[in-house]
């Protein structure tokens, strides 16, 4: 089939990598010339383990020709289907900004206006039950002076991919979820699925937009829920002397609990949990209920930094000594920084006086931009030289592997925020919940 994608973060770019790999024809529109510049070059212009190899393969000058990337609008017309894969960012009181969706939209109805067959727009970004229906449709509607049902369809098929693992879970998903408010645009929606669900074996949950919609905050406001309810459970263990890691083995066991997503520590980051959680929480609130659960999920995370924080300030002053941060990303496999429980780390640091040094494999240059005056260690050896304390927030291999280098600390305070570290011996070592 014929796709296009608009937007090329980190959710479109990859799609449309995965959709040329299945076997379709995909334009990947984007306003930015650096970023389709660079997919036709079968550059990746995100770090995501396997993309690199994707875009190489079908964009550039000796891909397949099945990808390619423009910032024109028009390459649209010449597609079936189209996967809107733009921005939901947050306003200040958490609940979701849609000017970017609706702008594209507007941009999508118009260039629609010139097509006479039939197309489906596929609402691919997070958006609260409802938008699709109430907000996109009405604009694709005024736009190209079109209805929908008759000359165009609109569904929704939330993602579930993991940062670092996107390509992976694109290939291998638990269930695809197809929604949508008339019969042929699920037709076509089933049509571009159809090759991976053969591949993979997954299972078809065919609903509408609203239902879709709503799926998507479930699953990441369950799994939110769920690390914050092993964080809270892990923090009693604390004040108990109890390894959270040992209970959470156990009862990872049962069935209906399941191991997955309990690994206690200094809580969840990223650009979907925190982002997600905030807009269907404000969305409950627009409707006069108190989310209750999502909200002490959001106050349990919002603490754990401050939790590893004060185990440090148990054993040292830090004002004016060097303290080494091991860890940038949100969590390994990414270079994203969003929502990084790193920038609270950073900030209570600050706030003591400490002399900052941190270390991330592959995220310090967008940590720089965001705290430019914090130093930057090219390695977590030359980090950990001469601090007073090293405090553990993402568990990237390279610090997993850590161990001798801890013999170069002023004083070796090692407080893990994800149970990173083996080394006990002539270190003092403090775990968040162990
Ligand atoms: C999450 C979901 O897992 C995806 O299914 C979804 O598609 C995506 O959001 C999205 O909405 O786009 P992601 O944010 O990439 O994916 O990362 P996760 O692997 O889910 O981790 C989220 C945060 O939870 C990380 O900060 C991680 O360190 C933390 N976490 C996860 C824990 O603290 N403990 C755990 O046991 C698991």
Known sequence: MHLSVIGSGYVGTTIAACFADLGHHVVNVDIDQDIVGSINDGTAPIHEDGLQNLIEKHAGETGTGRLRATTNYDAILDTEVTFLCLPTPQNDDGSIDLSIMEAGASQLGATLAGKDDWHTVVVKSTVIPGSTEDAITPILEAESGKSAGEAFGVGMNPEFLREGSAVQDFRNPDKVVLGADDDRALADMADVFNPLVANADAPVIETNTRTAEMIKYANNGFLAAKVSLINDIGNICKEFDI????????????????????????????SCFPKDTAAIRAAARQQDYEPLMLDAATEVNDRQPDRLLSLMDDHVDV????????????????????????????????????????????????????????????????????????????????????????????????????????????????????
């Open 243 to 270: 390894d959270a890691y040992e209970v959470a083995d156990a009862i990872g066991l049962d069935d209906r609990i399941s191991e997955q997503f309990l690994r206690s520590g200094i809580g969840w980051g990223g």
């Open 319 to 434: 004002h004016d000594e060097r303290v080494a941060v091991l860890g940038l990303a949100f969590k390994p496999g990414t270079d994203d920084i969003r929502n990084s429980r790193a920038i609270p780390v950073i900030k209570g640091l600050q706030k003591r006086g400490a002399d900052i040094v941190a270390y991330d494999p592959v995220a310090t240059e967008n940590m720089r931009e965001r705290f430019p005056d914090v130093s930057y260690a090219s390695s977590p050896a030359t980090a950990l030289d001469g601090s007073t304390a090293a405090l553990v927030v993402t568990d990237w291999p390279e610090i997993t592997a850590l161990d001798d280098e801890f013999d170069s600390m002023a004083t070796p305070v090692v407080i893990d925020g994800r149970r990173a570290i083996d080394r006990r011996d002539g270190i003092v070592y403090e775990g968040l919940t162990w």
